[in-house]
């Protein structure tokens, strides 16, 4: 069987793999948050930076991309991107909203609340220095918001977290 993937924050922009269809979709009871610590790609073991993680949260929606992985491809793309979300992220089973009402199981990578790497809420201007100033060997956290920020923007995705904690790092610079 193909598989559908579901990508909410770097897996939008950079996804790196191959497919066969791609194309926006939802799910349901998930909020995109800035709360995952990221030691790997944009920050350092001893720096982490901030990345987004879904966190449940009933009547929230969250707008991403979707792959469709031929099943010929799905073990090694799995593979791969196990290694690459491995700082904290586990596959989910979810429900995606694809355009013209059209639903399709799906896989998404989620960092849950009681991984290692999990930071949590903190204040937005905390949140936003911190993303300022780290970096790792992926590049620097602030260009992961700003191209977030901006594929949103191009896909008409509604994401105040978003686009409030990109304001406040554009204030830093
Ligand atoms: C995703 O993009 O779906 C997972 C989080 C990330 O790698 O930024």
Redesign the pocket.
């Known amino acids: 069987m193909n598989v559908w993937l579901f990508?909410?924050?770097?897996?939008?922009w950079r996804p790196d793999i191959d497919y066969i269809e791609r194309s926006v979709a939802r799910v349901h009871g998930w909020a995109r948050r800035f709360w995952q610590g990221s030691h790997d790609h944009r920050g350092l073991p001893d720096k982490p930076g901030r990345?987004?993680t879904l966190v449940a949260q009933p009547g929230a929606v969250c707008d991403g991309m979707a792959y469709l992985v031929s099943q010929r491809t799905a073990a090694r793309t799995f593979e791969a991107l196990d290694h690459r979300?491995k700082n904290g992220?586990q596959r989910h089973e979810v429900r995606l909203e694809l355009p013209a009402q059209r639903h399709e199981p799906g896989i998404?990578?989620i960092a849950p609340v009681d991984n290692f790497a999990y930071l949590g809420p903190a204040p937005l201007e905390d949140m936003a220095r911190q993303i300022h100033e780290s970096a790792g060997p992926s590049g620097s956290n602030r260009d992961y918001l700003l191209e977030l920020a901006a594929v949103l923007r191009d896909m008409d995705a509604e994401d105040e977290h978003v686009y409030e904690l990109e304001a406040a790092v554009r204030r830093l610079s």
Do not use: D, H, N, T
């Not at 990508?7 to 939008?12: K, Q, T």
């Open positions: 990508g909410y924050g770097s897996l939008i990345v987004v979300e992220y998404v990578y």
